[in-house]
């Protein structure tokens, strides 16, 4: 089925580790997004790549890095996990921006202890 | 403050009831609005978009107003499956960046 896919669906790091999230859509979208969701706040954007070959800052980017491999893949990855990372993660992709609204992945549930 | 605010609720409603949720937002530069439905552990998926003139879904109703700076969404008939949480999205002026709101739960009740 089209749409935006993530990996893994849940993980468990050690305070310190690392690990790359991964996104792949195949809707030929040219903007892809990482938000993470916590309990009480609506998502927040950490990265996002408007086009392939770009990637720019969200709101919340420390501790994070980006790579947008191609236009299907954008990944996220923890360098050093904190229990502060602990959330939900959502990769979304748009075909141009923020006027057609997003098509999300199911999700990722970190957990660092 | 947040730059999109919602009430949380939770909204407790009969089946067939209308319900509305109110949502506002701060920055007056923002140009796209969305309305998102979240189920309990899933992605958000985009319900509708909300135009300037209002638009209507079915028994979905989402309307903009720009001066007082909010958006609305109704529901009339309510269905069981309606029961999620419902969050306000909205442009920051920036073609690439969304801000969304907390969300407002709802759940119909037989």
């Known amino acids: 089925n089209a749409g935006v896919t993530q990996t893994p669906k849940f993980q468990v790091l050690k305070t310190g580790q690392s690990m790359t999230l991964q996104c792949a859509q195949d809707?030929?979208?040219?903007?892809m997004y990482w938000y993470r969701q916590d309990p009480g706040m609506g998502l927040r954007l950490i990265y996002y790549?408007?086009?392939?070959?770009?990637?720019d800052k969200g709101e919340v980017p420390n501790g994070y890095n980006v790579s947008r491999l191609n236009k299907r893949e954008f990944s996220l990855r923890l360098e050093s996990a904190a229990p502060s990372q602990t959330s939900v993660y959502f990769c979304?992709?748009?075909?141009?921006?923020?006027?057609?609204?997003?098509?999300f992945g199911s999700g990722t549930r970190l957990t660092v202890v | 403050r947040k730059e999109v605010e919602q009430d949380p609720g939770p909204f407790n409603v009969p089946e067939g009831a209308t319900v509305a949720f109110n949502c506002t937002y701060s920055?007056?530069?923002?140009?796209?609005f969305f309305w998102y439905r979240q189920d309990c552990r899933k992605e958000p998926k985009l319900l509708m978009s909300?135009?300037?003139s209002g638009n209507e879904d079915g028994r979905f109703t989402a309307q903009l107003n720009r001066a007082s700076q909010y958006i609305s969404l109704l529901i009339r008939d309510s269905k069981l499956s309606d029961s999620a949480t419902y969050l306000c999205?909205?442009?920051?002026?920036?073609?690439?960046?969304?801000?969304f709101g907390a969300g407002t739960r709802l759940t119909v009740k037989p």
């Open positions: 999205v909205v442009n920051t002026g920036n073609n690439n960046d969304m801000r």
């Open positions: 920055n007056s530069a923002s140009q796209s």
């Open positions: 909300v135009y300037s």
């Open positions: 809707m030929n979208h040219n903007s």
């Open positions: 979304a992709s748009s075909e141009a921006g923020t006027y057609y609204g997003y098509t």
């Open positions: 790549s408007a086009s392939e070959g770009t990637t």
